[in-house]
């Protein structure tokens, strides 16, 4: 399958995602230049991690305005597969392309730690390959991770299954322990209404090796690998 | 014509003045002086350190670049260096507390990518005051969010480090900084201006009023009037850096540069001077032209300015315009400033006038080298006279103290605050002595540590200077790593009085020995003088970063104990030594005595043995002794171990039981082993000569000491943890 990782001026976790996809899960992958227009055919777009553009204003705030961005949405109009890592789950969010807003960790500190989240939902493009209530010990390194939604959208979001992964501890529990940085409902990924696209906290391509801590992170992109396989067989 | 008045402002001497003079054949004017200020004062000559620095051991058959540029340079094979450097920014730290440890981790930083090497970790080396002072609580708090602020801005993970607290620190903290990178190793970038007619390109951030002065406030102590040095504190932006840094690796990857160097201390000053002097050529170069972002500044500004994120680069004519689209690309500005020349002057321009006109030897090279008179100081033979005072009955309650002590605490606090897992290369360990990055695309990895116990450099500074190395290698041995090269950052009071330049020569010569008897290059550093305050130095302070190189990263070993029911073996020998222990100065307040002995060849093989067996696979877990002895150190192994496995020793050793429990004697590391690989370790030890005892079996839920059949230490393990992680958070959350 073809994956392409988006990079804007800023990002970080941009070369840490095309080498798991491309060396730890030997897929094709390409860079995707913020000020270019041309998804290049990919079968998925991720957003990864970082600072992009300093975090000038607001996390991601202005990354939505790069050119890429019109075909993003485009892409995830018609369906096209998007996962948005940390920085990139609040480019989504700036976008509008999942309702909601991040704010700054309850404990006003940068966290970077371990945490274990729960598969809430398993029938979508990104969690396929696990089970309902499985838990994953995946990082977390972020300063704004506090998700918030008004009320009316976040009963839509639980009514219609689009919390996909919450915060847990490690036997699966959802307790405010669990929840190290304040998010509404410990909600650590969701999903548009039609599912084919991700935006998460966590960074699964730090745990997609054993000997960094965990290789938890693994079923997110074999989920995803799976379910390109599924569509392009599908045509 | 410039009078005593300005000369001081300036941090220069009389005698010195007149040096200038002779040397550039006119008196200088006010710009000139200004040049000569910044690359004459201590934190950019060296002119107190330089004559004792010359004694380090800088030659290795894998040592690439040593000494004299912005990073030292080690093969480490596949083609590949490692690329590192230490720094220091305590100065600006006290003054404006984020913004100085921010720009210090900018600054390092740009030392080595400025080489073609890409960042890919950092370490951080901190000292404060004790935290039951306000101020210190504060200082710590805007160091720790200045280093992540920065650090996890630009995407380099902050791995590994150290904090220390006391009293020496309270007025002037130490923030130290160090930065590894990976190049090619035929992909070197130097500082150097070469070419005549080549053009001088700046790049980066436009330049301001922030930091003028920078290096001459780190070049005199503190007095009262600190407020008003605010505006010589840098301010970064690390996104700026960030580009910077991408811009730059992109330019040096595809060859289109001849030299470049950082604009750091000294700014615009520094780098043109060095690059020609580098180079043995001239410079010349047109202020006008210089992005600016201040109206009106002065040529004199312009010249000293400290902004951040700024650097200097050669480029033959025919590739400045591909230079250029590619700075621009990363919306960096990238303006011809200048062009190299023949002969030997650094000519500065300025609205159609020659501002600067002198040679670029004196500026660079000719600054007087001071052998600065050196006398041990009065009191020193006192403290070492030490009264030890009877072991307390009750043990248990000194060992919670301990854990519960800022220095031995858990640093959870600080950790968190920093991205230590980006670039994905982090193998991680809780706790781990040294830390272990994987080379991508390789079974290997290079190890990384921090270390220097000032308190024994206070007491004996030629002893202090040699633990800090063998101390540093014991912890890459604990991961399994073999030491390469070595950086160092040398924190020292006012070296114009003579007992802090009789401990900073102590020190250097207790490094150098060490360093000549591990086989260890030293590739460069930073040496910090002036850090005093209304008189009161700081304890000599060296930070010894040490880059080391393990085989398989698979083929390692952290602190914590892995399985129950594990024999639990110590290496090397327990002496009675209480002297300049944690536990004297904690639980009887007292520095005094002399540090624990270091025997140099006992450490080696212990070292050796070390690093073989987890190579071998032999062993489950390591960790070395250090500040808090054997019972500190066996209760971080249960305290690191993920289910907090608790421990029983059984000691035998003739000596008293605080000693034995508290003592930091040296070369001494706490293995445990399965069962199985029991015999196999001991004929090893055997046969390589180090002493190695069973003493003893993890297990259970209690940290538990006996000595001659007695019980000495029995405490809970949760209760251990609860003091230890909730020490930090407790202590600061009250500012």
């Known amino acids: ?235 | 014509m410039i009078d005593k008045k300005t000369l001081d402002e300036h941090n220069l001497t009389q005698s010195e003045y007149e040096l200038i003079v002779k040397l550039i054949g006119k008196e200088p004017n006010i710009t000139e002086l200004g040049i000569f200020s910044l690359m004459w004062s201590e934190h950019c000559s060296y002119k107190s350190s330089k004559i004792h620095l010359k004694k380090f051991p800088v030659e290795g058959e894998h040592v690439i670049q040593g000494p004299g540029e912005n990073a030292g340079v080690i093969r480490i094979g596949d083609g590949l260096a490692a690329v590192f450097k230490i720094e220091s920014h305590n100065h600006p730290s006290f003054i404006e507390p984020y913004q100085g440890a921010a720009t210090g981790v900018g600054g390092i930083l740009r030392d080595i990518f400025t080489m073609g090497a890409r960042p890919i970790a950092s370490m951080d080396s901190l000292r404060f005051g004790p935290l039951s002072v306000p101020k210190n609580r504060s200082i710590m708090e805007g160091v720790v969010s200045g280093i992540a602020g920065y650090g996890n801005s630009i995407g380099v993970p902050t791995v590994a480090g150290e904090v220390y607290f006391d009293d020496s620190y309270s007025l002037n903290p130490l923030v130290n900084v160090f930065c590894l990178g990976i190049a090619r190793e035929d992909k070197i970038f130097y500082a150097k201006a070469e070419g005549v007619g080549n053009k001088v390109l700046y790049v980066g951030s436009k330049t301001g009023r922030d930091g003028i002065h920078g290096a001459t406030m780190a070049s005199a102590e503190f007095d009262e009037d600190l407020e008003r040095k605010r505006p010589n504190v840098q301010v970064g932006d690390p996104f700026k850096e960030k580009l910077l840094l991408e811009a730059c690796l992109e330019v040096m990857d595809k060859n289109l540069i001849v030299g470049i160097q950082d604009m750091g201390a000294a700014g615009l000053t520094c780098s043109t001077a060095e690059m020609a002097s580098n180079a043995g050529t001239g410079i010349s170069i047109d202020l006008d032209r210089v992005p600016q972002r201040e109206v009106g500044m002065t040529p004199y500004e312009i010249m000293l300015s400290e902004s951040q994120e700024r650097m200097l680069v050669v480029a033959e004519k025919e590739q400045v315009h591909s230079v250029q689209e590619i700075f621009s690309k990363w919306d960096l500005e990238a303006v011809v400033i200048g062009e190299v020349t023949g002969g030997d002057r650094l000519i500065v321009k300025a609205e159609g006038k020659t501002v600067v006109d002198i040679p670029v030897d004196p500026i660079v090279n000719l600054c007087p080298v001071y052998d600065r008179t050196t006398r041990a100081p009065e009191d020193l033979h006192a403290s070492h006279d030490l009264e030890i005072p009877p072991p307390p009955a009750d043990l248990n309650p000194v060992l919670l103290r301990l854990l519960a002590s800022p220095t031995l605490a858990d640093k959870e606090w600080v950790s968190r605050q920093y991205d230590h897992m980006v670039q994905v290369n982090t193998v991680f360990s809780p706790g781990a002595d040294a830390c272990l990055l994987r080379l991508k695309d390789s079974r290997g990895g290079l190890a990384v540590t921090l270390d220097g116990n000032s308190l024994y450099t206070y007491l004996d500074p030629r002893t202090g200077g040699r633990i800090a190395v063998a101390e540093a290698c014991r912890n890459l041995a604990c991961v399994g790593a073999k030491p390469l090269g070595v950086t160092n950052c040398l924190n020292f009071g006012n070296p114009e009085k003579p007992e802090i330049m009789w401990q900073f020569k102590e020190v250097v010569e207790g490094v150098a020995e060490a360093c000549r008897f591990f086989g260890l290059p030293i590739t460069g550093g930073n040496v910090s003088f002036y850090n005093e305050t209304e008189g009161v130095p700081v304890h000599p302070t060296p930070v010894l970063g040490i880059v080391g190189a393990v085989e398989d990263i698979e083929r390692t070993a952290g602190p914590g104990f892995r399985s129950q029911e594990n024999p639990i073996v110590l290496l090397g020998r327990n002496l009675e030594e209480i002297g300049g222990s944690e536990y004297l100065r904690v639980h009887f307040g007292q520095k005094a005595g002399r540090p624990p002995l270091i025997d140099f060849e006992l450490e080696k093989r212990i070292q050796d043995f070390c690093r073989e067996s987890v190579e071998k696979g032999l062993i489950l877990s390591a960790h070395d002794l250090a500040e808090g002895g054997l019972a500190v150190c066996a209760a971080e192994c249960t305290l690191y171990s993920p289910e907090k496995i608790g421990f029983t020793l059984e000691l035998e050793d003739d000596i008293r039981t605080d000693a034995l429990l508290f003592g930091e004697s040296q070369s001494r590391i706490l293995l445990s082993v399965e069962d199985s690989r029991l015999d196999s370790l001991m004929e090893l030890a055997r046969r390589m000569q180090v002493p190695a005892t069973v003493v003893g079996r993890t297990g259970g839920d209690r940290l538990s000491i006996h000595h001659r059949g007695v019980q000495v230490l029995d405490v809970p393990v949760e209760k251990a943890y609860t003091v230890w992680k909730n020490a930090l958070p407790e202590i600061l959350k009250n500012s």
């Not at chain 1, 029938?123 to 838990?135: I, N």
């Open chain 1, 1 to 235: 399958m073809k994956f392409g990782v988006v990079v804007f001026p800023g990002s970080n976790c941009d070369y840490d995602t095309y080498y798991t996809l491309k060396n730890v899960f030997r897929q094709e992958t390409v860079f995707l230049w913020h000020k270019d227009r041309d998804l290049q055919d990919v079968d998925c777009v991720l957003l990864p991690g970082g600072f992009s553009y300093g975090d000038y204003l607001r996390s991601g705030a202005i990354a939505r305005f790069s050119p890429l961005m019109r075909e993003l949405e485009a892409f995830a109009a018609s369906g096209g597969f998007v996962l948005g890592i940390c920085n990139g789950f609040q480019v989504l969010l700036e976008l509008g392309l999942l309702p909601g807003a991040m704010l700054r960790n309850k404990g006003l500190k940068f966290l970077c730690q371990f945490v274990h989240i729960r598969i809430e939902n398993e029938r979508t493009p990104f969690t396929g390959s696990g089970r309902k209530g499985q838990t994953l010990k995946i990082p977390i390194a972020h300063f704004d991770g506090n998700y918030f939604v008004d009320p009316e959208a976040l009963a839509e979001l639980e009514n219609n299954n689009q919390v996909i992964l919450r915060y847990s501890d490690p036997a699966g529990n959802i307790t405010e322990e669990a929840n190290i940085n304040g998010s509404l409902h410990n909600i650590a990924g969701i999903s548009n209404r039609k599912g084919n696209i991700l935006g998460m906290m966590p960074h699964p391509e730090r745990a997609s090796e054993s000997f960094l801590g965990s290789d938890d992170g693994r079923i997110i992109f074999e989920s995803m690998i799976q379910a390109c396989l599924s569509r392009r067989s599908e045509r």
